[in-house]
């Protein structure tokens, strides 16, 4: 019987954490043997083949979402990704320093690891302008502690095209350039911890712009917050 109520515990422990991973948000890359074209049309059939993530929120505020899917796949050489989302009313940025700040965009964040001790962001907008940053986080101070935006991403290839209903944006990530920074979370480079966002902008008459924030994973800060491990999930490469 004490043999018996010693285990106990651990089958406890055993169903707390199954139960906390089934919670986590993965996103699973499948593997693709014709790498799309990256032109910003977003038209490549291959992309078909791709799982449609869609459930994207508004976290701090209650109007409706427009739609927005994030699409992705991986071959031996690179890591696509796809964003088409649906806008009437586009903001873009012509200031040649903010670029891509002032303006709609779709976000990709990738971290070294879950406490954020280094993570890097990936920013574009319709016009194809891009922001790019290198930043770390203290888990003890719960903010970031450095942002240092002369980062580039260097082999990165990206695309972008807009109409009046919207506009798409696809990227392709060298697998070289993930292992390069150390992104990848296992020896077999299949796992990646990522935050999938988008910054919806709408002009307004009087010439300033109301800023909207839309992310896959609902961090539960009193603020809009991209920033934190909890905007976090995980990209898993999977065939």
Known sequence: MKKILKLVPFIFTCLTVTQV?????????????TAPVIDGNGSDVVWESAHAL????????????????????????????????????????SDPVRGALDSDR???????????????????????????????????????????????????????????????????????KIAELGLWQDKDQSQLLCALMRAEFTPLEAGNIDMGWMTWVDPKTAKPNFHNPDTFGQCVLTR
């Open 21 to 33: 991973n089934a919670t986590e948000h993965v996103y699973n890359i499948k593997h693709t043997d």
């Open 54 to 93: 869609t459930n994207f929120t508004f976290p701090w505020r209650a109007d409706p979402t427009p739609k927005t899917e994030f699409k992705a796949l991986w071959d031996a050489e690179a890591v696509y990704f796809r964003y088409q989302v649906a806008d009437s009313a586009l903001a873009i940025g």
């Open 106 to 176: 779709v976000e990709v964040f990738l971290a070294k690891d879950a406490q954020l001790s280094t993570y890097y962001t990936m920013e574009i907008d319709p016009a194809a302008q891009i922001y790019s940053a290198e930043a770390t986080y203290d888990m003890a101070l719960k903010k970031r502690t450095s942002l240092d935006d002369s980062f580039s991403w260097g082999s990165l290839e990206y695309a972008a095209s807009y109409d009046q209903q919207g506009y798409t944006v696809e990227v392709k990530l060298p697998r070289a």
